[in-house]
């Protein structure tokens, strides 16, 4: 006789409301497939001669989506760059970089790790146009921006000390020493030539 059909999930979760049965259940839609509608699933069929199951599996995939691109950034000579480079996806999407359009190799002062990519102690060479590269078997996309290492002796122009500066006796004075300078500058200080050291006050 004609069997009676029915479907399951082997995980034993229920059908969410969207799944619809179709032809005497011979047939399941699931509209607007998403990764929690993955898994296996059953078909039972039955009638007064037997039972038997059918088993499938459904299948989440995804092309890469950036999660994270990368953007235009400039960093101090002898710094460390650390450029994060994230996409979504599944299968989980590998990583390359390019550098003025050629694949960028992995050294010392250079490394990728999940797709972020670190230079250490940075030099003038390292400027230039970077390319993130995200892919997996369904997709590829890229992501590139520029990366501008900057050098300069240290220069008080945009933040000059005050000339001249009057307070009460007792209170407290603050002096700000901040030049614009790549590498970040050292600073010290001095009182009419003299060297000053730190003491309590």
């Given amino acids: 006789p004609v069997p009676q059909i029915n479907w399951r999930r082997t995980d034993g979760l229920p059908f969410p409301s969207k799944i619809k049965l179709r032809k005497s259940n011979g047939m399941i839609e699931i509209p607007n497939f998403q990764q929690e509608d993955a898994g296996l699933y059953e078909c039972i069929t039955e009638n007064s001669r037997g039972k038997n199951i059918a088993r499938g599996r459904l299948t989440y995939y995804a092309k890469p989506h950036w999660v994270q691109p990368i953007e235009d950034v ?21 990583y390359r970089w390019l550098r003025n359009g050629e694949q960028l190799a992995i050294e010392g002062r250079i490394q990728i790790e999940n ?46 000390m005050k000339k001249l500066i009057q307070v009460q006796i007792g209170s407290t004075v ?16 001095k009182k009419g030539g003299e060297q000053l050291q730190e003491n309590e006050r």
Avoid: M
């Fill in 74 to 94: 400039e960093v101090a000579v002898e710094d460390t760059l650390y450029w994060d480079c994230r996409a979504s996806g599944k299968p989980k999407p590998s």
């Fill in 115 to 160: 797709g972020a990519l670190t230079i250490s102690n940075l030099n003038l060479t390292d400027s230039g146009r970077y390319q993130c590269i995200a892919e997996n078997k369904h997709g590829v996309i890229s992501s590139s921006a520029e990366l501008r290492v900057v050098a300069s002796a240290p220069d008080f122009s945009k933040s000059p």
């Fill in 174 to 189: 603050d002096f700000e020493c901040k030049p614009k300078a790549f590498p970040k500058a050292k600073c010290s200080w």
